[in-house]
């Protein structure tokens, strides 16, 4: 497998990673996972895009321009015969003596690679389970950035449970799941969290947010309680990886019927008709 590393192409087994690159030492950067179906990255501009917003937000200069950067993207799929999974891109501030403060000359790092992967058709059919946790990460969720801890202590502790992820609660209202946003259905309308500080604008949840329009399901991007998850007709969460995906139950209750809900299925249709035909299931 080819690895883009700078700007160069490189094999996984001749990649270096210096002990001093920022990204190890401090999570100093910000990454993308883009979807890759058919051999052609999906809504790759929307993720270029907030990968510069990121880079801005945390004073970081990308290597080179969004248009080089696709580019590149674009040949690292052709090099690697790429047709389904995940593409993996970040950005690290460089390696540089040890210092909290940014380092007068270091240059960014890019690397980006490949990594095959199903859609998950079983637990977009049946649903998944979902405990609730603390939101103990920083406030700056608008940032995709490689810090990551908060989200994976609140994933591990919904796997101890047997569950698949986590519904993130910060002062009583439900933001997002730890590597998902969260939706859900009450009488008939959508609810989602604003895109503000407190959550990832995330590419699939403008895209969903699209479709309902299109499909003239009401929507309202308004803060909402932990408590109406549980009176909640419907709950999905949707995300690069698992597209729509419904949450049948929450903390060990049932959501509505304990099926996949009537406006998720509508949704979900919607979507797999914007992913290219030849893609296997
Ligand atoms: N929220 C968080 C915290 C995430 O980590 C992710 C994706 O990794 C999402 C939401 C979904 O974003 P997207 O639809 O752009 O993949």
Known sequence: MMILYDDQFKKREDVRIDIE?????????????????????????????????????????????????????????????????????QVSRGTAPRNHAFPKNSAPLLIAYTQPA??????????????????????????????????????QEAHD??????????????????????F????GMLLTHPADHFILHGITRKITLQLADQLQIPVSEKKFGKESLFDADEIFITSTTMEICPVVEV????????CPGPLTRRLQEAFKRLIPSKTEA
Not at 52 to 79: F, G, H, T, V
Not at 251 to 258: E, R
């Open 251 to 258: 903390d060990g209750k049932t959501i509505g019927d304990g």
């Open 21 to 89: 690159d920022r990204a190890y030492q401090f999570g100093d950067g910000i990454y993308e996972v883009i979807r890759v179906y058919d051999g052609k990255p999906f809504y790759l501009k929307e993720h270029l895009e907030r990968l510069e917003k990121s880079a801005k937000k945390i004073r970081l200069n990308l290597p080179y321009s969004l248009d080089e950067l696709e580019d590149r993207l674009n040949q690292l799929i052709k090099q690697n015969d790429f047709t389904q999974g995940n593409l993996y891109l």
């Open 161 to 182: 449970k047997h569950c698949k992820e986590a519904i993130f609660i910060r002062d009583g209202i439900v933001t997002e799941g730890s590597s998902t946003n969260l």
């Open 118 to 155: 199903e859609r998950p058709v079983k637990e977009q059919t049946e649903g998944i389970r979902a405990i609730t946790a603390e939101d103990i990460r920083w406030l700056w969720c608008d940032v995709k950035s490689l810090n990551l801890l908060g989200a994976v202590l609140a994933k």
């Open 184 to 187: 859900m259905v009450k009488d």
